[in-house]
Every structure is written in C-alpha cells, then in structure tokens.
C-alpha cells in the first residue's frame, strides 16, 4: 500500500512496516492488530505529553484497516 500517507515511524528505510504486518498476518489477526493499536492510542492519548501525536497514530492504524477492508471488497 505504500502511500504518501505513511509516516517515516512506520518505515524501515523504504520498506513499510505496516504493510509487512499485512502480508505476514491473516485478515483477521491485522484486522484485530488494527483495531488493538486504534483502542491504545485513543484510550492513552490525554495522558500523553503529545497528545496529537497519539491521535495522528490511531488515524493511521484506521486509515490502513479502511484500505485494507476496501481491498477485501473490490
């Protein structure tokens, strides 16, 4: 999926650590990935010193579980 919506914490040089996580896992174990890292992030975010940050993350984990869903249905 590499798009220019993938921040440089979820590459390895070019590689996306992301979309490893979605060849490497079953639908349903990075369905579950997904939404694990979604509830953490939101559930921690006011605790945090960056608070945005933890949001922008959460955005990210629902954005590629949103791109991966539209993939599944095409």
Do not use: Q, W
């Amino acid at each position: 999926m590499t798009s220019n919506l993938t921040p440089n914490y979820y590459k390895n040089g070019e590689y996306d650590l992301l979309e490893h996580m979605m060849d490497i896992l079953t639908n349903d174990e990075f369905r579950g990935f997904c939404v694990g890292n979604i509830i953490k992030y939101v559930v921690r975010y006011k605790r945090k010193e960056d608070p945005i940050g933890d949001l922008c993350k959460a955005s990210e984990y629902l954005d590629r579980l949103i791109y991966f869903e539209k993939g599944l249905t095409k």
